[in-house]
């Protein structure tokens, strides 16, 4: 199975396991008098079995993200931290982008008026930037998904 592969399952697995709990929740208690639609103990049950599954999937993709390495000398997994770091940088500074730019609206002249004191294009060119390395970062990590077999 390939690296790509499994991380559909893993999603598909994790909506599972969501709809499950959900199903469950919804069981748990009745109107005195009434049944639940579904055994609360059966849910349970198979809730157990794909979590169980899915953190044995989530061990193999962690694995073969630690050994991957790709064209670059990196392995897979200091690619994804890189990703995920980028993505949180670009992410704080959309919100400081946000905040600089929504101006509280002003009803009369003599109420607070609010400056912007900070460079939004700057700010802004740096956000795109981030943004422009995360998407080449996907790229490098798309194609090795494709190309790389799970670790059993």
Do not use: C, F
Request: cysteine-free.
């Amino acid at each position: 199975m390939k690296l790509a592969e499994a991380l559909i399952i893993r999603s598909d697995l994790q909506q599972k396991l969501y709809s499950l709990q959900s199903r469950l929740s919804k069981n748990t208690t009745v109107q005195e008098g009434n049944e639940p639609t579904e055994d609360p103990n059966l849910l349970l049950k198979e809730i157990l079995a794909v979590h169980e599954l899915l953190h044995e999937l989530i061990l193999k993709i962690h694995r073969t993200n630690a050994d991957t390495v790709l064209s670059d000398g990196r392995n897979l997994l200091t690619v994804l931290n890189e990703r995920d770091k980028l993505l949180s940088l670009h992410k704080l500074l959309n919100n400081i982008i946000s905040q600089a730019t929504d101006k509280p609206d002003r009803y009369s002249a003599r109420e607070i008026k609010w400056e912007t004191v900070i460079d939004v294009a700057d700010y802004q060119k740096q956000a795109d930037d981030i943004a422009k390395k995360v998407r080449e970062i996907n790229i490098l990590i798309q194609a090795s998904n494709w190309q790389v077999d799970l670790i059993e």
